[in-house]
């Protein structure tokens, strides 16, 4: 089973830039796809993007009108155990709750069924 934390969410205002961590504790971990979601108040969880096993291979969401892979970036470090998010430009909009999880199906998935172990979540405020 592996146990994922996320970090470094906060506060913000409009255009600025945060980093999140998600460290992973379990021996599989670089086995595994991983990726991010959100949620909105009010809103249902969405995909944000996921990273393949190797760390060669991310996609995005392509329903977003201003799609989120042009201002956010997901990595990781396989030796650290730990996926990140990077998000630039960041608009009010992206104010959420940031989760990380497995991934549990090879391929391209972003539903969230297909994902597991999920992280207790970083909040992200972002100010107008």
């Known amino acids: 089973q592996v146990h994922l934390v996320e970090s470094g969410g906060g506060s913000v205002q409009a255009g600025g830039s945060l980093r999140l961590s998600c460290a992973a504790n379990?021996?599989?971990?670089?086995?595994?796809?991983m990726g991010w979601f959100r949620q909105a108040p009010g809103k249902e969880r969405e995909f944000v993007g996921a990273?393949?096993?190797?760390?060669?291979?991310?996609?995005?969401?392509?329903s977003y009108a201003d799609s989120v892979k042009d201002r956010f970036t997901i990595s990781r470090n396989n030796a650290k155990t730990t996926v990140y998010l990077q998000m630039n430009s960041l608009k009010p909009e992206d104010t959420a709750v940031y989760y990380c999880?497995?991934?549990?199906?090879?391929?391209?998935?972003?539903?969230?069924?297909?994902?597991?172990?999920w992280g207790q979540g970083t909040q992200v405020t972002v100010s107008s």
């Open positions: 999880a497995l991934r549990l199906v090879a391929g391209f998935s972003t539903d969230e069924t297909h994902f597991g172990s």
């Open positions: 990273i393949h096993w190797n760390g060669l291979i991310t996609y995005y969401p392509n």
């Open positions: 379990g021996r599989t971990f670089g086995g595994y796809g």
